[in-house]
Structure formats: structure tokens, C-alpha cells
């Protein structure tokens, strides 16, 4: 509002002295009309009467091009509506706000904003489950210590008194930890001082254990003291010697101002790349993390070192119970897997990604505040929900510390993120990292991947779907899955799994309707989703084959995804840009086919398809009888059960 006053007063003062073009004039008494109301409007609650007035107002700011003005326009109107209880509208206001922040550079102002249209933000996504095989190596950069597939489960444990006692190691975390949660955990964090020996003990036990470590690495005395000398030579020496897998994060969470190492993104990166290329020249079990916190945001593209000297991005992120982000201030109605989606939509498509510290308070000693419920809710939303959303996740270290007792580092708040103290804390952590997702050894891969449902279809026969659900109520209590209108599926625990039968739709459209029920039990959101269905399944020497698009029919054929099928054959996969053409190759047998061309060539002679390669997505199309028959099999269609049936020559 103090904007808006010193805004008017400056017209009215530049009216009286300078007189404005007519057409200037006009528009800026019509504002100064309108603000003046505007006043009136908010002086008695007349809110009906601002609404009218903040919308009048934006075209003329528009005008104007007064963003600052637009932006705090839409600020009041998504108040109001949020006020109205009319969600969905108040999202659309302060998305709309964000982006106006961001047009005059206003960062700090549009994450704000962003945070509180996340708050109020219905999202229903729906997943459904698809076998690693049917993916390839779509998640997949190729880069050091990266599954394919799955996250690695890692911890940081030193300091949970009941798995590691840090004056006598009569009990070590590689050992206890597996034993509290009923799992291995395939890594673990531990933060070393530059200039400081490596705790070998530490590495020793790892290498006991078949387990990696993150080292998060922390020049305390600051970026001077980290030179190309003798400790640099004798740092690389020493891990390449130990033969663990390591993960090293240099100089994390660079972009607070809580670090000593932050605040100069020159000699920052300068001094990544100087360990970087030694840590790649000398200790090849090593790779290099480069790990900013998830706020502020906008500086984190000053600190990255590039691409040459990254090996994996990592990201501090936690949840505290902070109500700031309410527009009430009553409840903390955010989503911990909100934090960090700028990050991961920024950098997780050329690099693995890690969540390299994280945790869910589930008490808050600022507020002295125990928080249980809330932290429940949000940690089975958090490992329910991450490998549907963000399948680039390689990595995740939970962090399992009580910082009552901690000294800490000026600006950090304590909270408490111990497993071990609560058995209901404990037992959600077990119940969630049970997921085969989540991975025990370094070199494993899942079994099975999430697949957007919309992008993936549907097959015709059983399919596994599940939901990420985040609704202004931060506590559900159950989602029901609808067919066609009709109730097939309840589930009352993230990630809302659901096994269902679309066979009687295959090679039709159904409508998949997913309603969602707050903590009382009063339907609080709903989504309907028009799905494609397979036309068919395939069946390969027995085995179903299922693939990340669905087959179709098209001009009385039946097309399936080039690639899955002929990795399961064992043929090799090329794609040829200058030529749109894919190269296929299995022994002595060679097969090219162009994009929609029915010209192909079988091992060097021309030969002319029945129908046309195509794409869909980024999925090539082909014809399921050519492509079986070009590599000897015999194809059969079983027309009531609609599967086609693939067999191998004896």
C-alpha cells in the first residue's frame, strides 16, 4: 500500500507542475481515480468493491507498463480470493504476481509469491508402473556411480546416539543404521574439514560395509586456503587409495549466506575446478557434487562451475514447520517436494541428481513446537511421491540428527530429524524406504519405474497406478479411482497404489476420475482424466512385454515402440538425425527404416513396408509383424483376447 500512496501523492504532484500529454494525462487521472476508490474500498472491508477495482486497475498499470504496481494488483487479488476459500483462483493470482516480480527482477518477492500459490495449489498426478526395460535409458546420463534406475538410499547417522556411539565406535552408523530401519542403506554423509586429514576409520568401515560416502567437504578457513599444493595432492591420493565410492561435495550450500565460503562466485568456482580436475585426473572411484540449498534461488547459476567440472548436482532441502508460506500463518500447508523443483527442472536433464541433505522436522525448537503429525504426513508424501515426480533423483541422504544440543553455524534453525526416538517417526521411515525403488548397493538399479499416465497410457490388462496428491488440506484421508463413473479402487496411504483391470477398454479412450478427501472427509479435489488404452498387449516367448507407449492400431496394423521391442530381442538400437532413419542390428542381420517412409533396407536390399514408421512423443512407431518377422519370429493375434503373440524359430 505505502507503494501505491507515494505513487499517487507523485502523480498529483507531477500533474499540478508538469501538464501531460492528453492521452497520458487521461489514463493517469482514470488510475488516480481508481486508486482513490481503492483506498475507500480497503478502508471499510468493502472487498467485493477492491476486487472490481484491482482488476480495473492492471490493464491501465499494463498500460503504463508499471509491473511493480500489476504484480501487487494480482498480490490483493489472490488475498481475497484465498479469504473466499476459492483456491484454484488464488493460485492463478499469485502465479500471475510471481511472474510480474520476476519481470522487473524482484526474485526474493517471486518466490514468495510462488511459495504461496504452491501452498493453496491442488495437484493430482497420476502415475502408473511401468518395468525398467520398457524405459531404457531415459533417466540415464551415463555418468560415474548413476543407477539407471531407483535412488540410492543414503543417511547422515553419525550423531543418532542408538546407531552410533561417536566416542568409543563401540557402535558405527554402517552397521546400526540397517539395523534400526531394516534396511541397507547403499551410502552415507560425512563433512570433513579441508586442510584436515580423512577420517579413515570412517572409510574403512564403508569399505567393510559395500557401502559409498558423501563427503561433504568444508573449507571453514575459507576458498583462500584451497590451493594446488601438497594437501590437495595428498586429498586425491588418500580417497583414490581407498577404493570406496565417494561422492565428494565441495563447498555445499555456497549460495547462503550462512557459509563461509559463500559471497564470491568467482573465486568459488575457481577453486571447484581446481579440485575437480585434480579429483578427475587422479581418484576415478570419486566423483564431483556440486550442491547449492534450495533457497535463495536466484543466485544459484552464479556459483555453477560448469559442466566439464560437475559430476552430479546435489541440493540441501528441508522442511521445519514454517508458516510463513500460509497466507493465515497458521499451518505449514507446503510440500517438501516443492523445494526443490527449480533446481531439478534446471539441471537434473544433463546430470544425476541428489537430494544430498534432507530431512522432515518433526520438532521445531524455535517455536517449541512438536510437530509429529504433520512431519508423518509429509515424510509419506515425500518418499511415496519422489520417484514419480522426479525419476532423476538419484540419491537421497536423510538427516538424522537432533539438533537440540548442536552448536550451529549462525542463521540455521534447529530442529530435530531423529529416527530413533520415536517409534512412529521410525516406523514410517521403515514402512517408506521399503520401496525397491529406494536402493541398498551401489551399481543396483529398480526393477520398476512411474510413468505420467497421460504420457504413458494405459496397457490393456492389469495396470499398477498410483497418485501424488497435494491439496490445500495437508491431510488426507483417502482417494477413490473411478472408471467410467464407477468406483473401482480406494486407497488411504501415499502413494494411493491401485491395481486395475482396463482389458474391456483396450483400443478406446475411459475416463479415469481421481477425487480426493480431506481430513474430515469432505471431497476437497478432484481431477478427470481421458486415457488412451492399448490396443493390444504383446507377448514374447511367453513373457508380457509392456512399454512406455502403448500399442495402436492404425490402418488396420498394429504398431509397437521400436526400441523396447527390439531390445528384447537382442537387436541394437541406432538413431541416424541426417537420415531420420534407425539402424537395427542383431548378429549378421541389419535392418534401416525411415520415418515416415514405407522404403526400408533389409541386410543392404530395398524392400517396401506395408505402412510407415512415425513418432509418437519421442517413441518411433512400427509395424509389430515387419519387425518380428525381419528377425525370424513367427507373429500370431489372438482377436477375442487381443494379444499378439510372438515366438523365437527353434
Same mark, same amino acid.
Given at each position: 500500500?505505502?507503494?501505491l500512496?507515494?505513487l499517487?501523492l507523485?502523480m498529483?504532484?507531477?500533474?499540478?507542475?508538469?501538464?501531460?500529454?492528453?492521452?497520458?494525462?487521461?489514463?493517469?487521472h482514470?488510475i488516480?481515480i481508481?486508486?482513490?476508490?481503492?483506498?475507500?474500498?480497503?478502508n471499510?472491508?468493502?472487498w467485493?468493491?477492491?476486487?472490481k477495482i484491482?482488476?480495473a486497475l492492471?490493464?491501465l498499470y499494463?498500460?503504463?507498463q508499471d509491473w511493480?504496481?500489476?504484480a501487487?494488483?494480482?498480490?490483493?487479488?489472490a488475498?481475497?480470493?484465498?479469504?473466499r476459500k476459492e483456491y484454484?483462483r488464488?493460485?492463478?493470482a499469485?502465479?500471475?504476481?510471481?511472474?510480474?516480480? %520476476?519481470k522487473?527482477?524482484?526474485?526474493?518477492?517471486?518466490?514468495?509469491?510462488r511459495?504461496?500459490?504452491n501452498?493453496?495449489?491442488?495437484?493430482?498426478k497420476?502415475f502408473?508402473?511401468? +518395468?525398467?526395460?520398457?524405459v531404457g535409458d531415459?533417466f540415464y546420463s551415463?555418468t560415474?556411480l548413476?543407477?539407471k534406475?531407483? %535412488?540410492y538410499?543414503?543417511?547422515?547417522a553419525?550423531?543418532?546416539?542408538a546407531?552410533?556411539d561417536?566416542?568409543t565406535?563401540?557402535?558405527f552408523? %554402517?552397521?546400526?543404521?540397517?539395523a534400526l530401519? @531394516?534396511?541397507k542403506?547403499?551410502?552415507?554423509?560425512?563433512?570433513?574439514?579441508w586442510?584436515?586429514?580423512?577420517p579413515f576409520t570412517?572409510?574403512?568401515?564403508?569399505?567393510?560395509?559395500?557401502v559409498?560416502l558423501?563427503l561433504?567437504?568444508?573449507p571453514?578457513?575459507g576458498?583462500?586456503?584451497?590451493?594446488d599444493?601438497y594437501?590437495?595432492?595428498?586429498f586425491?591420493?588418500s580417497?583414490a587409495? %581407498?577404493?570406496?565410492?565417494?561422492?565428494?561435495?565441495?563447498a555445499?550450500?555456497m549460495?547462503g549466506?550462512?557459509v563461509?565460503?559463500?559471497g564470491?562466485?568467482a573465486?568459488?568456482?575457481?577453486?571447484?575446478?581446481?579440485?575437480?580436475?585434480?579429483?578427475h585426473?587422479?581418484?576415478?572411484?570419486?566423483v564431483?557434487v556440486?550442491?547449492? $540449498?534450495?533457497?535463495p534461488?536466484?543466485?544459484?547459476?552464479?556459483?555453477y562451475?560448469?559442466?566439464d567440472a560437475v559430476?552430479w548436482i @546435489?541440493v540441501?532441502?528441508y522442511s521445519?514447520?514454517?508458516?510463513?508460506?500460509?497466507?493465515?500463518g497458521k499451518?505449514?500447508?507446503?510440500s517438501?517436494?516443492?523445494r526443490?523443483?527449480?533446481?531439478?527442472?534446471?539441471?537434473s536433464?544433463k546430470?544425476?541428481?541428489?537430494?544430498?541433505e534432507?530431512?522432515? +522436522?518433526?520438532? $521445531?525448537?524455535?517455536?517449541?513446537?512438536?510437530?509429529?503429525?504433520?512431519?508423518?504426513a509429509?515424510?509419506r508424501?515425500?518418499?511415496a511421491?519422489l520417484?514419480?515426480?522426479?525419476?532423476r533423483?538419484?540419491?537421497?541422504?536423510w538427516?538424522?540428527?537432533?539438533e537440540g544440543?548442536l552448536?550451529?553455524?549462525?542463521g540455521?534453525?534447529?530442529?530435530n530429524?531423529?529416527l530413533?526416538?520415536?517409534?512412529d517417526?521410525?516406523s514410517t521411515y521403515?514402512?517408506?524406504?521399503?520401496?525397491?525403488?529406494?536402493l +541398498?548397493?551401489i551399481g543396483?538399479?529398480?526393477?520398476q519405474?512411474?510413468?505420467?499416465i497421460e504420457e504413458?497410457?494405459?496397457?490393456?490388462?492389469? $495396470?499398477?497406478?498410483?497418485?501424488?496428491?497435494?491439496?490445500?488440506d495437508p491431510?488426507?484421508?483417502r482417494?477413490?479411482y473411478e472408471?467410467e463413473?464407477?468406483l473401482?479402487?480406494s486407497?488411504?496411504?501415499?502413494?494411493?497404489?491401485a491395481?486395475i483391470?482396463?482389458?474391456p477398454?483396450?483400443?478406446q479412450p475411459?475416463?479415469?476420475t481421481?477425487?480426493?478427501?480431506g481430513r474430515? @472427509?469432505?471431497?476437497?479435489a478432484q481431477?478427470?482424466i481421458?486415457?488412451?488404452?492399448?490396443?493390444?498387449?504383446? $507377448?514374447?516367448?511367453?513373457?508380457?512385454?509392456?512399454?512406455?507407449?502403448?500399442?495402436?492400431?492404425?490402418?488396420g496394423?498394429?504398431y509397437v515402440?521400436?526400441?523396447r521391442?527390439?531390445?528384447s530381442?537382442?537387436?541394437?538400437?541406432?538413431?541416424?538425425p541426417?537420415?531420420?532413419s534407425i539402424?537395427l542390428?542383431?548378429?549378421?542381420?541389419e535392418v534401416i527404416?525411415?520415418l515416415?517412409q514405407v522404403?526400408a533396407?533389409?541386410?543392404?536390399?530395398s524392400i517396401k513396408l506395408?505402412a510407415?514408421p512415425?513418432?509418437?512423443g519421442?517413441?518411433?512407431?512400427v509395424?509389430l509383424?515387419?519387425?518380428?518377422?525381419?528377425?525370424?519370429?513367427?507373429v500370431d493375434y489372438?482377436?477375442l483376447?487381443?494379444v499378439?503373440?510372438?515366438? +523365437?524359430?527353434?
Amino acid at each position: 500500500m505505502r507503494r501505491l500512496l507515494l505513487l499517487s501523492l507523485l502523480m498529483t504532484f507531477f500533474f499540478t507542475l508538469f501538464p501531460f500529454p492528453v492521452a497520458a494525462s487521461s489514463l493517469a487521472h482514470e488510475i488516480w481515480i481508481l486508486e482513490t476508490k481503492m483506498q475507500q474500498a480497503e478502508n471499510t472491508k468493502n472487498w467485493s468493491e477492491a476486487e472490481k477495482i484491482y482488476q480495473a486497475l492492471i490493464p491501465l498499470y499494463t498500460q503504463q507498463q508499471d509491473w511493480i504496481n500489476v504484480a501487487l494488483m494480482y498480490q490483493r487479488l489472490a488475498q481475497i480470493y484465498y479469504n473466499r476459500k476459492e483456491y484454484d483462483r488464488a493460485t492463478e493470482a499469485w502465479d500471475q504476481e510471481a511472474a510480474f516480480w %520476476t519481470k522487473v527482477n524482484y526474485l526474493d518477492d517471486a518466490v514468495i509469491a510462488r511459495r504461496h500459490a504452491n501452498t493453496v495449489r491442488s495437484t493430482i498426478k497420476v502415475f502408473v508402473a511401468r +518395468s525398467a526395460a520398457a524405459v531404457g535409458d531415459r533417466f540415464y546420463s551415463g555418468t560415474p556411480l548413476e543407477p539407471k534406475t531407483g %535412488t540410492y538410499l543414503g543417511a547422515y547417522a553419525e550423531r543418532d546416539p542408538a546407531v552410533h556411539d561417536i566416542s568409543t565406535w563401540s557402535r558405527f552408523y %554402517t552397521e546400526g543404521l540397517p539395523a534400526l530401519t @531394516g534396511k541397507k542403506h547403499a551410502a552415507y554423509l560425512l563433512y570433513v574439514t579441508w586442510g584436515q586429514p580423512l577420517p579413515f576409520t570412517h572409510f574403512q568401515r564403508a569399505r567393510a560395509a559395500g557401502v559409498a560416502l558423501q563427503l561433504a567437504v568444508q573449507p571453514l578457513l575459507g576458498l583462500d586456503t584451497v590451493r594446488d599444493n601438497y594437501y590437495l595432492k595428498e586429498f586425491v591420493r588418500s580417497i583414490a587409495a %581407498t577404493g570406496v565410492p565417494v561422492f565428494i561435495r565441495f563447498a555445499g550450500e555456497m549460495n547462503g549466506d550462512w557459509v563461509r565460503w559463500g559471497g564470491n562466485p568467482a573465486l568459488y568456482k575457481e577453486k571447484f575446478r581446481l579440485v575437480a580436475k585434480a579429483i578427475h585426473a587422479g581418484a576415478s572411484n570419486a566423483v564431483m557434487v556440486w550442491a547449492p $540449498n534450495d533457497f535463495p534461488e536466484k543466485n544459484m547459476d552464479d556459483y555453477y562451475p560448469g559442466d566439464d567440472a560437475v559430476d552430479w548436482i @546435489g541440493v540441501s532441502s528441508y522442511s521445519t514447520y514454517e508458516t510463513h508460506s500460509d497466507p493465515e500463518g497458521k499451518e505449514d500447508r507446503t510440500s517438501q517436494l516443492d523445494r526443490f523443483a527449480d533446481a531439478y527442472q534446471r539441471y537434473s536433464p544433463k546430470k544425476p541428481f541428489m537430494l544430498a541433505e534432507t530431512g522432515i +522436522s518433526h520438532h $521445531n525448537y524455535r517455536l517449541d513446537k512438536e510437530i509429529k503429525d504433520w512431519a508423518l504426513a509429509q515424510m509419506r508424501r515425500y518418499y511415496a511421491a519422489l520417484p514419480r515426480l522426479y525419476p532423476r533423483v538419484k540419491a537421497i541422504f536423510w538427516y538424522d540428527v537432533d539438533e537440540g544440543n548442536l552448536i550451529q553455524e549462525t542463521g540455521r534453525l534447529k530442529n530435530n530429524y531423529l529416527l530413533s526416538r520415536d517409534q512412529d517417526i521410525l516406523s514410517t521411515y521403515r514402512s517408506m524406504i521399503a520401496d525397491p525403488f529406494y536402493l +541398498s548397493e551401489i551399481g543396483q538399479e529398480a526393477g520398476q519405474v512411474y510413468l505420467p499416465i497421460e504420457e504413458a497410457g494405459l496397457s490393456s490388462t492389469v $495396470n499398477e497406478i498410483s497418485s501424488y496428491i497435494k491439496v490445500f488440506d495437508p491431510f488426507v484421508s483417502r482417494v477413490d479411482y473411478e472408471v467410467e463413473g464407477r468406483l473401482v479402487a480406494s486407497n488411504q496411504q501415499p502413494p494411493y497404489s491401485a491395481s486395475i483391470d482396463f482389458s474391456p477398454w483396450a483400443g478406446q479412450p475411459v475416463k479415469l476420475t481421481v477425487k480426493v478427501y480431506g481430513r474430515d @472427509g469432505t471431497m476437497v479435489a478432484q481431477r478427470d482424466i481421458q486415457c488412451a488404452v492399448g490396443s493390444a498387449t504383446v $507377448n514374447l516367448d511367453g513373457q508380457l512385454l509392456d512399454f512406455d507407449v502403448q500399442p495402436a492400431s492404425w490402418g488396420g496394423r498394429l504398431y509397437v515402440p521400436l526400441r523396447r521391442l527390439a531390445e528384447s530381442l537382442g537387436a541394437q538400437v541406432t538413431w541416424q538425425p541426417d537420415t531420420r532413419s534407425i539402424r537395427l542390428t542383431r548378429g549378421t542381420d541389419e535392418v534401416i527404416l525411415f520415418l515416415d517412409q514405407v522404403q526400408a533396407l533389409y541386410n543392404g536390399q530395398s524392400i517396401k513396408l506395408v505402412a510407415p514408421p512415425y513418432l509418437a512423443g519421442d517413441r518411433t512407431m512400427v509395424p509389430l509383424r515387419f519387425l518380428g518377422e525381419s528377425f525370424g519370429l513367427t507373429v500370431d493375434y489372438d482377436i477375442l483376447k487381443k494379444v499378439a503373440i510372438l515366438r +523365437s524359430q527353434p
